[in-house]
C-alpha cells in the first residue's frame, strides 16, 4: 500500500474496514480483537503506529503518524501469538505485513481478509463464544451467542437444512404442495425415473427425507419441512422464521399496501407456496413483449428469468435458524427488494464476478432446480445485472445489512416501464396504454360495476395491470371517478360526472 493510499484512507477516518492503534513501542492486546472482528466480517486493515484523537471532529485532524519503534520485534511478536493459541486461526499471508514510511515515519500495515466460510469464526482465547469478534461502523464488538452459532452451521461443508428432524413425519407434509411440485416435476421431467416412485421415496431422492443409519430414527430434513410442510408443523418447529410479501407500489391516500402474504390461516405457508403465490405477483408488471415461437407464444424475458434468480437466490440463502429471521418480498413503484435472513458467506465481490457458488439450503436449491429455478454454478448474479443493464433499468444492488444479518437485493425498475409496454399483452389493437378507446372501456367497465377490481379490469381488457392504473389515474385526474373507501377491500368507485 502507497503512502497516497493510506493518508486517502485515514482522510475517511475509522470505518468498517479501518482500524488504526498507536502501537509505538508493543504490540496492543485490542489488535487481536479487530482481527477476528475483520476475519468474521469482510476484512480490512489495521494500521499500527498512528495515534487517534476521538475526540476531535474534523476527520482530517483526528489521526497523528507517531510511527513505530523496533519494527522487527512487533512484527516479531505478531507472527508469534498469531501462530500460537491465542488465536485459533492464522490466516494472514506474509505479503499482508507491511511496513510503510509516512511524512518520515514507520508504521505496520496488517491487511486482514476476510476468512472464508469454512473457517469462520476466528476467535480468540480457545473460546468461539467469549472470543468472537466482528466489525460494526463504531469499531470491534464481542459477537452474540447466535452469530457464533450462525458461523459454526454456515462452516458446514453439507449445508444447513440436511439434518433430520426428529418427530417431524409425512404426516406433516401438504399433500397439495407436494403433489403440485410433483406435477410441475412431471412436465419438466416426463421420463425421469423419480416420477414412479411414491411420496416418501420421491422425497428422500430430493433430499427432503432421510434415515439416521446409527439410530434407526426416519423423517423429514429441515428442506422436506420447509418446501413442502404443513404451516402448523412448520411454525411449531421454525416460528422464528417468517414470509412476507407486500405489494407497496400504485398506493393511494393513506394505504400501506395494495396485496400482503403473510400468515393469515388462508395458505399452507412453506416455501413451495410462498414461490409459487408471489412469484407471479413479482413479474406481473414486467413488460411481456409479444412474439412467437412456431405457433407458441413465448412472454418470457431476460428480466423476468432475473427476477426468478434473485427470488430464488433469496431462499436458498435464507440462514432458516436465527432468532428472528424474515423473508421478505417487497414491490415498490421503483424497484423490486427481496431480503433474506443471514449475512452473505461469500465476499460481495465474488458475488459480482460469478463463478463461485455456495447455498445455505443446497438441498432446497436443488428442489427449485428441478422444477426450472435457478442456477447452482455461481452464474446467477450476473446473469442478473445483464439482464437489467440489457433493459437500461439500472444495475441491481446487493447489500450486506451486517449489523441486521439480513441481506437485500434491490432490481431498480423505471417506472415508466409498465405504462409504455403494458398494453402490448393484447396484441397491436386494444391494448395501447394510451388508447382513448381503452381508457373508456375502463371508464365504462367502473360506471356499469362501481366494486370491480382492478384485477378484474385487467381480466376484461387482457392488458397489465400497470396500464389499468395509469389510466384509472387519468380519469381520477379528469376528475371522472372517486375511489370511496379501501382501494384493496370493500371500498368502491363513485363516478362523478
Known sequence: MTETEIKQMLAQGER???????AKTE???????????????IGGYILLGIDENRKETDVAKRFTIIGVDNIPKL???LWNTINSNKVNRNILLDSDVEVNTIDGKSIICIHVP???WRMKPVFLNENPYKGSFKRNHEGDYHCTEMEVRAMIRDANEDGNDGGLLDGFTLDDIDTNSLHGYRNQFRILNADHEWNDKDDKEF?????GYTKNRQTGKEGLTVAGLMMFGTGLAIRERFGNFRM???DMSHLEGEERYRDRLTYDGRWENNLYQFFRIVMPKLTFDLPHPFHMVGYQRVDDTPQMKAVREGFTNSIIHSDLF??????????HDDCLCLRNPGNLKLPIENIYEGGVSKARNPRIQN???MIGYGENIGSGFPKIISAWQKAGWGKPELIDKYELQEVELRLPIPKETGGQTGGQTGGQTGGQTGSPKTIEKVFKLIKDNPYITRQELVDKLAIKASAIQKHIEKLKAQKRIERVGSSTFGGHWEIKE
Open 75 to 77: 512484527i516479531s511478536d
Open 114 to 116: 476476510q476468512a472464508d
Open 27 to 41: 504490540l496492543p492486546k485490542s489488535v487481536w480483537e479487530s482481527y477476528s472482528a475483520f476475519a468474521n466480517t
Open 244 to 246: 412476507d410479501y407486500l
Open 16 to 22: 468498517l474496514t479501518l482500524e488504526c492503534k498507536k
Open 322 to 331: 436465527l432468532d428472528s429471521g424474515i423473508l421478505r418480498i417487497e414491490k
Open 367 to 369: 428442489m427449485l432446480r
Open 203 to 207: 422425497l428422500r431422492l430430493l433430499g
